[in-house]
């Protein structure tokens, strides 16, 4: 069966600085038409940090779209300041958790909504992290607690619903799978 929808129509509804948003009108495979609300993002990265000690580093930070505190890795969008997402890797654990890593792996890629929005994010392993030398300013605005944890505290979390955020179970459930 052929599933592709075609464009024949846009509106631009909304250009910010993180998201821009699309009204599509489609025409779908059996020749009607529908209308599409599209997200659109520039891409991101999310980080297993792993300490010397092997804890994970992650964030506790208020999050508006769900008006709660969360916990998550660090993680970030990749925007103009940034080459590539290894580069925006880098510029984030920076940041946001102040440290650097020597050894950067690419665990995996996935879209993070695709129901409205194309944000694809890319999944990475960062390890033998040393403190920066020089600190890069936090996003305006960006309150954040660090805290470690080790693999079974963090397994837990997500257990008890204290860990709801879907790329930090990701994260969680990769560091379970490198244990074995």
């Given at each position: 069966m052929n599933f592709v929808e075609h464009v024949i129509g846009s509106e631009k509804i909304y250009d910010g600085a993180i998201i821009n948003v699309e009204k599509q009108t489609v025409r779908l495979p059996n020749g009607e038409q529908a209308f599409r609300e599209v997200v659109h993002h520039s891409g991101a990265v999310g980080v297993l940090a792993l300490t010397h000690?092997?804890?994970?580093?992650l964030e506790k930070q208020w999050r508006a779209p769900i008006g709660k505190t969360t916990i998550e890795i660090p993680a970030g969008k990749v925007d103009s300041r940034d080459t590539n997402f290894h580069h925006a890797v880098i510029r984030e654990l920076n940041e946001e958790i102040r440290y650097v890593p020597r050894t950067v792996k690419r665990l995996a890629g996935f879209y993070s909504s695709v129901g409205f929005c194309?944000?694809?994010m890319q999944l990475y392993l960062a390890e033998d992290l040393q403190l920066v030398e020089d600190e890069l300013p936090r996003d305006k605005g960006e309150f954040l607690e660090i805290i470690k944890k080790p693999l079974?505290?963090?397994?837990e979390m997500v257990a008890n619903g204290e860990i709801e955020d879907a790329k930090t179970i990701m994260a969680i459930q990769y560091w379970q799978l490198m244990q074995k």
């Open positions: 000690d092997n804890q994970m580093i194309d944000e694809y079974p505290e963090a397994v």
